[in-house]
């Protein structure tokens, strides 16, 4: 696609139910990755995949926190009996492996849990 | 475990006036990138800057980084309102294998300019 595409762009749910957000990369970037943008913590690294795997989990906050990119392609990143500390907005950029000109963003997913 | 400090975190300016916002980092980077994000929206790239004295302007925007004093500026000029926005740096982190790919973040500068 033309750009990096997420789905919901917001979602409200309840505490303690599971919620699972879509990243869409462009097409032909390699590395992924999800951010989380909260008040008062800024944005947040949570995990890089490079293809299919990930080097590097060191940001997510929990294990009810898990990513996983299928195909190259598509991530999808689920969140465990959610609290209300998770509400933020969620955030996927992807680029090439080695890329020097920046990261694409998408526009994010705005997470509420009531 | 890298660094990236913003300075002012909230910048309030007239239009017409200049302005500097202030971005240093702690350890070596390879690359800084400066983004716009606008109130409910993504971050748009405005910057990458790779190399010790590399001066970049688009605009009113000037960016310029300093790799030995680990700073990075975002000088502004005779700004008008069209400009007010968050304004984040972020710098790479070397990654094992040559591979650079974590941006960590600064906190943002928000900037309201006034008519």
């Known amino acids: 696609g033309a750009g990096v595409s997420q789905s919901p762009s917001n979602k409200v749910t309840e505490k303690g139910k599971d919620v699972e957000l879509r990243c869409d990369p462009i097409?032909?970037?390699?590395?992924l990755y999800w951010y989380r943008q909260s008040l008062g913590q800024g944005l947040e690294f949570l995990i890089y995949f490079q293809g299919n795997s990930a080097p590097d989990k060191s940001g997510l906050p929990s294990d009810r926190f898990s990513a996983e990119r299928t195909g190259g392609s598509v991530s999808t990143l689920t969140i465990q009996r959610t609290q209300q500390e998770d509400s933020a907005v969620y955030l996927c950029a992807s680029s090439f492996q080695r890329d020097t000109y920046g990261y694409t963003f998408g526009s994010g997913t705005r997470l509420t849990v009531v | 475990e890298l660094k990236v400090e913003q300075n002012p975190l909230f910048l309030s300016m007239q239009e017409g006036k200049n302005y500097t916002i202030y971005c240093n980092y702690s350890t070596t980077s390879d690359r800084l990138y400066w983004y716009r994000q606008d109130p409910g929206k993504s971050l748009e790239s405005l910057f990458v800057?790779?190399?010790?004295?590399a001066v970049k302007q688009e605009g009113r925007l000037m960016a310029s980084l300093d790799t030995k004093a680990r700073l990075s500026t975002l000088h502004i000029t005779a700004a008008v309102h069209d400009l007010s926005a968050t304004y984040f740096c972020?710098?790479?982190?070397?990654?094992?294998?040559?591979?650079?790919?974590?941006?960590?973040f600064g906190k943002g500068t928000l900037l309201t300019v006034n008519p």
């Open positions: 097409s032909g970037h390699t590395a």
């Open positions: 972020a710098v790479v982190r070397r990654g094992s294998g040559g591979s650079n790919y974590k941006l960590t």
């Open positions: 800057l790779l190399s010790n004295g």
